[in-house]
């Protein structure tokens, strides 16, 4: 048996026996310390159960709106830019400030649609959804402009397609879409003929003729790829990756420190290492482990749950992990779905497009899943430990037989997914342990493996059905166990 | 499929062994699943026959995936199943030339929105945007959550005693019992429940909180005892009960016995269509401050209707209506949602505000305002149509009902609409409907967009696609001999002036390639088992004028500084329809300046009293008129000025003007002239005129799964002369995919038990996403016409509403796809296709062998688990 990630067999003897957790974290901080706009933010006293946009309205940044406060609509979508303990790049997450914790941005860089630019001086985003008619009642804009402006900053040169996928998380009730598309597809690489690093530095021809718009726009321009310039764009400002907001250098050296915080309503835990993680589920089993919270506010907002104990789990690398091994992927279970939609194109580039197949149905999955805001903040384990009926990703892992690793300061448990879901919502992790990561065999040769989703609509909603199926032929096209 | 993620036990026991590629495998695993997803038509969620034909279609799709790999016999393999439905990269074309014909300085050229900047950067604001004020508390509502009950005890004693929690404020706090009821036109509704409540939702009192999470906090623990009452949800129900509202309406036209005496044909249908909740981005929201002299009070209500808002606050506050301000900057959109229902919650927060002295704030909650503000009416229809053997229709009977809910609030005016667009653009010469409102307990259904006339135009299509399909002549064909021509009378007796629908047809068939087309699709079709395609072609012509005579009037107040720049007030409200742009073109074109000096500050009741609420896609030509009477009268004034400095910018202008001691400041007003029908009677002009479109849709399916996809959508709009084209593309193309929304993906469903509303946001209410647009989505302005007889500023036609039909050209298009789906099967038999067309309702309308053996019927006595109103 492989080794799990990040915690070796006999760490959990190592493990020092204490007994509470106000003794466990006796020497714990109980700072937040961030960015906002750009400008380091330092709070020690906050209400625990405020989320991250409350905070940001109740500080006057009132351009993020309040929608529906389930993650649903986007109109709260700002962007927290942090260091992914996955890729260990820098990350600029649009995330629904609506659902996340505020605990949740200590050593990241929070971005609002007001960091970016104002009316004197709109970002070119801004500037681009204005003037094309992409804002009519405007109370979607903010968190549509933060979306592209996610997407700009992770890919300064997106494809067509992925400018047309960008806003899987966002709702709009006034325009059709149609000129919001058409403002964002001005920045695609085939039209912005900035920045991309293949054009050579600098050369935005915005600057020829004394900035008088995009070379792409006038018959002088390059003639290689026929553009169609669907609204006047004659002043629109280039797109400069090189002058947006930096992600501040004090948050790369930014010293991820176990925090505790709270009242006695509600306390917040921000471990940031498995070893204490573990601590404070076999203290407090009923602690309320917190990746993503999209589920976990729903529940507290709209069905009044109320969760004394909170632990946040997104700050600890060692759940945030993936290996290739020969025979299977081992997931952290706590890794992002956007990471995780990543991790599964680079499996099926490793082990092929027959033995790839699990990875390729997860992706397929994740690509109809929530909307983009909800993915880089959700995680596997959130989805496992909810055991929601309509995950779209359980099934998967149930029909590939992928064995999820729990573990606790008792040491691990290997529990294959057929055995792992016992009722609705409920499931046979053992109260002291954690969903640590997840091993995901490909598929072996005369295998065959899909999965399928219908909804009443296809970009972030619930499914009425989601399927895996996985057939292993044998001798003579015989279906095998 | 079950309350866990379970394996299809039985499919994988006896998989097991057998030889795959073998239609007794596929056969058996079939069977298999059969019994292990064997759901009551009960179940939990609802759906059962749908939910189960996917189990089967998904194993039937990876069956032939996985054969397709592997080396069979071809007649084992059923290729056309396999792949899903995957969008293009989303492309349009407008035509940006439209209005060059009749452009002026400002007025007929495109410009963008003019707070498109503000918003875009965050600084606009909205009504929870304004700062906190001194002392505020946050207002939560105590809701019913019964759907009909007694109200047998109201304890708030335990939420009192929450730390936070200041106060509770119900009926027994207002002036008097008077004061407790609101609605218009029939004063029907209380602000706060008294002794019983008539549906879930309904507002017993309000918690204050010194922060919204103690408010919640303290609602949670507020305890309500209640003795159940009998409910009625949907109409069929109320039907059965008799349970209508007192208004009835009807419009008889010509002679409907004689003329299906006559009638070659005579084809009868029931058809139905579901409502739709707003989903405005910002919900319901208020901040109320008492100010501390003589019972004065400033209300930010987002609302349509600041001056109903006005009124019943005075109401609830025991002042006099000139104590109260209700104003309003802007609203994250309204749709009809906030022209009356925001009225409850100014109420409630202006009563709680005025009891306590404090100002109070309340933003809803996605949920609360669902449950507390209402929706489109939910309509059926029962009619009857003669028709000739050509097609031509010569009598049209119907009995219309709309779900009102529990209380009438705008009902009956939506009910009269429905009956007045019941022809949708077809001349029949004897017409007898009529339309009754039923009473239930469900939430006030409103105004939305369109208000009752997208549902009689959807009556007129219904009968349309039946009567094509029982005579077997295309769609296109009926529409095409049926429509009215140019000097036409309506049903309603008004004379078609100005009438470019016939015209306007014919260019989107040829522009958009329909026929040619048309015969692809029946190619693809032929080729395709499992993926169909549909099309259709639908026109549309919609009644501008409020349907009450006394609303259409307008006001304006138009000041110029000194320093040249000029603030305009009118009664209009900007809720993302770019009425203050159209406005501010408007006033700058009269007074000759550039448009930045014009300049809208909000809509507040006292600058410009006695308005009516925004609405009827009227409030261009009603406003705009009142403020271009304003601009003339100072016009008037300056007129010396502008002989004595010729081309001087208004700051000398108005400059030269004041010191001389000119007034340069002006009320202007407009009133619709003409206009004033008479019901029962069936006399006088009911509309000033019509806005009218046509627009062509090509959909595609996926019958295995009821997937689909909107593959292309031509529109052209007569609005007239535009006065801004930018605008008028952006109503078209939102209305539209609003109503394609309506159409399909969004549906409002009760849960039965409990008779509370199931949808109660995004995750399981669907509004179209970014990727449900028409893959190729065109969009034009009728131009080369002359518009003689229309009268309105400028010549342009009001354009909020009239696009919203539009949007089932999908929906035919769909039940086009269908009935090719349905023949692939041999079944031929007309469809009657309820709307929303959901993907569970494509799937079950198909007759495949697949969804066939899935059907689950109800046991004696067996329900469904959600219920559609």
Redo the contacts between chains.
């Keep these: 048996m492989a080794p799990g990630i990040g915690i070796h067999e006999d760490s959990a003897a190592a493990v020092e026996k204490v007994t509470s957790l106000a003794q466990l974290t006796e020497d714990w901080d109980d700072t937040l310390r961030f960015y906002v706009n750009g400008t380091k933010v330092t709070v020690d006293t906050v209400n625990p159960?405020v989320t991250l946009l409350e905070y940001l309205r109740g500080i006057?940044?009132?351009?993020?709106?309040?929608?529906?406060?389930?993650g649903?609509?986007g109109?709260c979508t700002v962007v927290v830019s942090h260091i992914n303990p996955t890729t260990k790049k820098i990350y600029h997450a649009s995330v629904n400030a609506c659902l996340a914790p505020l605990v949740s941005v200590d050593g990241k860089h929070v971005i609002?649609?007001?960091g970016i630019?104002?009316?004197k001086d709109?970002?070119p985003?801004?500037?681009r959804?204005?003037?094309?008619?992409?804002?009519?009642?405007?109370?979607?804009?903010?968190g549509i402009?933060m979306s592209l402006y996610a997407l700009l900053r992770n890919d300064p040169s997106p494809s067509?397609?992925d400018v047309?996928?960008a806003?899987?998380g966002?709702?709009?009730?006034?325009?059709?879409?149609?000129?919001?598309?058409d403002a964002a597809q001005s920045f695609n690489k085939n039209n912005s003929c900035g920045m991309a690093s293949s054009n050579g530095g600098s050369g935005c021809c915005m600057e020829k003729n004394g900035g008088g718009g995009c070379c792409k726009g006038s018959s002088a321009g390059n003639q290689d790829e026929k553009v169609?310039i669907?609204?006047p764009q004659p002043d629109f400002k280039p797109y400069n990756p090189d002058t947006q907001l930096i992600f501040p250098a004090a948050l790369r050296k930014h010293e991820f420190r176990p925090l505790v915080l709270g009242n006695k309503r509600k306390k917040w835990y921000r471990p940031v290492t498995l070893e204490q993680l573990l601590q404070i589920k076999s203290i407090h089993p009923e602690a309320k482990l917190i990746g993503g919270s999209s589920e976990t506010q729903i529940e507290i907002?709209?069905k009044?749950m109320r969760y004394a104990c909170s632990v946040y789990l997104g700050d600890i690398p060692e759940l945030r992990q993936f290996e290739f091994h020969d025979d299977y992927l081992e997931v952290g279970a706590n890794v992002s779905l956007t990471d995780l939609e990543n991790i599964c194109a680079l499996a099926v580039e490793r082990y092929g497009s027959a033995a790839g197949q699990p990875f390729a149905a997860i992706k397929k999955q994740l690509h109809y899943f929530a909307g983009r805001q909800i993915r880089n903040v959700a995680s596997p384990a959130g989805n496992l430990a909810t055991?929601s009926?309509i995950?779209d990703l359980?099934?998967i892992l149930?029909?590939t037989n992928t064995t999820l690793i729990a573990k606790s300061v008792g040491g691990d448990k290997h529990i294959p997914m057929?055995e792992f879901?016992?009722?609705?919502?409920?499931t046979a992790l053992p109260p002291d342990s954690i969903i640590a990561s997840l091993r995901i065999p490909i598929a072996q040769k005369g295998e065959?493996m899909?999965a399928?989703k219908?909804?009443?609509?296809?970009?972030?909603?619930?499914a009425?059905?989601n399927?895996a199926?996985r057939?292993s032929?044998g001798d003579?096209?015989?279906?095998?166990? | 499929m079950a309350a866990l993620t379970v394996s299809a036990q039985n499919a994988e026991a006896f998989l097991v062994g057998q030889k795959f590629p073998s239609p007794a495998t596929l056969e058996g695993v079939m069977n298999a699943l059969e019994q292990d997803f064997n759901l009551p038509f009960g179940v939990p969620g609802g759906m059962a026959t749908y939910r189960k034909s996917l189990a089967l279609g998904f194993f039937y799709r990876f069956y032939h995936d996985v054969l397709s790999g592997l080396q069979v016999k071809s007649s084992d393999l059923d290729p056309d199943v396999i792949a899903e439905i995957e969008r293009a990269i989303s492309s349009g074309k407008q035509d940006n030339e439209a209005s060059v014909a009749y452009q002026q300085k400002i007025l007929g050229k495109a410009s963008p929105h003019v707070a498109a900047l503000k918003q875009a950067t965050g600084q606009a604001q909205y009504t929870d945007d304004i700062p906190v004020q001194q002392n505020e508390l946050f207002g939560c509502m105590v809701l019913s959550t019964k759907a009909h009950a007694k109200i047998l005890s109201v304890d708030v004693s335990a939420a009192l005693d929450i730390p936070g929690v200041v106060d509770y404020v119900d009926h027994n706090d207002l002036p008097n019992a008077a004061a407790n009821w609101w609605g218009a036109p029939v004063c029907d509704e209380k602000f706060f429940a008294v002794d019983e409540v008539n549906t879930a939702g309904q507002p017993i009192g309000v918690i204050l909180g010194i922060t919204a999470k103690q408010a919640e906090e303290g609602m949670r623990a507020v305890k309500v005892e209640y003795e159940d009452l009998p409910v009625i949800l949907t109409m069929e129900e109320a039907i059965e009960a008799e349970s209508f509202f007192e208004h009835y309406r009807y419009i008889v036209d010509g002679d409907t016995e004689a003329a299906f005496k006559e009638a070659d044909h005579i084809f009868t249908g029931v058809s139905r269509m579901g409502g739709q909740e707003h989903f405005y981005l910002e919900t319901q929201a208020c901040v109320a401050i008492p100010k501390p002299e003589d019972g004065e009070m400033e209300v930010w209500s987002g609302t349509q209707n600041p001056t109903e808002t006005q009124t019943y606050i005075a109401k609830v506050t025991g002042a006099a209506a000139n104590k109260v301000v209700s104003r309003v900057k802007r609203l994250g959109g309204g749709f009809g949602g906030k022209e009356t229902r925001s009225v409850q919650l100014a109420g409630i927060c202006a009563a709680a505000a005025h009891k306590t002295r404090r100002p109070v704030r309340c933003m809803l909650n996605r949920d609360e305002d669902i449950l507390t503000s209402g929706q489109r009416h939910p309509f059926l229809g029962k009619w009857k149509v003669g028709v000739t053997k050509e097609g031509k229709i010569v009598a049209l009977d119907a009995d219309v009902y709309a779900n009102g809910g529990h209380t009438q609030d705008l009902s009956g005016a939506v009910v009269e609409r429905s009956l007045s667009h019941i022809d949708g653009v077809y001349h029949i010469p004897n017409v007898n409907v009529r339309g009754r409102i039923c009473k239930t307990n469900t939430v006030s259904n409103t105004a939305f967009r369109g208000f009752g006339g997208p549902q009689g135009l959807f009556f007129a299509e219904c009968y349309i696609s039946e009567i094509a399909d029982h005579l077997n002549i295309p769609a296109e064909e009926i529409r095409a001999i049926n429509m009215y021509q140019p000097g036409d009378k309506t049903h309603f007796n008004q004379i078609l002036k100005d009438w470019y629908v016939p015209l306007m047809y014919k260019q989107v068939l040829e522009e958009s390639n329909y026929m040619e087309r048309r015969k692809a699709v029946e190619e693809y079709n032929k080729q395709h088992k499992w993926s169909k395609r549909g099309m259709a072609i639908v026109p549309t012509k919609f009644g501008i004028s409020f349907t009450a005579l006394f609303l259409n009037q307008a006001g304006a107040l138009v000041h110029i500084y000194h320093d040249g720049s000029v603030l305009v007030a009118h009664g209009g409200v900007e809720m993302g329809q770019g009425l203050h742009t159209k406005m501010t073109m408007i006033a700058a074109e009269a007074l000759q300046i550039p448009q930045e000096d014009v300049y809208i500050s909000e809509t507040a009741t006292n600058t410009v009293a006695n308005t009516s609420s925004t609405a009827a896609s009227a409030s261009s030509d009603l406003n705009g008129y009142a403020i271009f009477n304003a601009c003339e009268q100072i016009n008037e004034r300056l007129k010396p000025y502008r002989e004595k400095f010729p081309g001087a910018p208004m700051s000398k202008l108005a400059h030269a003007a004041y010191f001389d001691r000119v007034n340069l400041s002006a009320n202007g007003y407009y009133r619709t002239p003409d206009i004033g029908y008479v019901w029962g009677e069936n006399s006088g002009q009911m509309f000033f005129y019509f806005t009218q479109g046509v627009t062509a849709s090509e959909v595609q399916i996926d019958t295995l799964t009821g997937d689909w996809t909107p593959l292309r959508s031509d529109i052209k709009m007569d609005v007239g002369r535009t006065i801004n084209p930018s605008i008028d593309y952006g109503q078209i193309e939102g209305a539209y995919v609003q109503g394609q929304g309506l159409f399909t993906t969004e549906e409002s469903l009760w849960h039965r038990a409990s008779g509370q509303i199931f949808t109660r946001g995004p995750g399981n209410y669907k509004i179209p996403g970014f990727r449900d647009i028409p893959q190729i989505f065109n969009v034009s302005l009728l131009k080369d016409v002359e518009w003689e007889n229309l009268r309105t500023i400028q010549r342009s036609r009001g354009i909020g509403e009239p696009p919203l039909f539009m949007g089932s050209a999908v929906f035919f298009a769909i039940r086009d796809a269908l009935k090719h789906a349905r023949k692939e099967w041999g079944v031929t038999d007309v469809l009657s296709l309820v709307s929303p067309a959901t993907p569970e309702r494509i799937r079950v309308s198909c007759a495949d062998p697949i969804v066939e053996r899935a059907r689950v019927q109800p046991k004696e006595g067996e329900k469904s688990f959600f219920v559609a109103i």
Excluded at chain 1, 476 to 481: A, D, G, T
Aim: with cysteine.
């Design positions: 159960e006057g940044l009132t351009g993020t709106k309040l929608g529906c406060a389930e649903g609509c109109a609002t649609v007001e630019g104002n009316v709109p970002h985003i801004q500037e959804i204005a003037v094309g008619n992409g804002s009519q009642c405007g109370f979607c804009t903010p402009i067509e397609h047309e996928e806003f899987d966002n709702l709009c009730r006034c325009t059709g879409y149609r000129p919001i598309l169609e669907k609204f907002k709209f009044a055991a009926p995950s359980n099934p149930v029909s057929t879901f016992l009722g609705y919502r409920k065959y899909r399928y219908q909804a009443k609509r296809k970009d972030d909603d619930i009425i059905v399927a199926l057939v032929l003579q096209r015989r279906p095998q166990l």
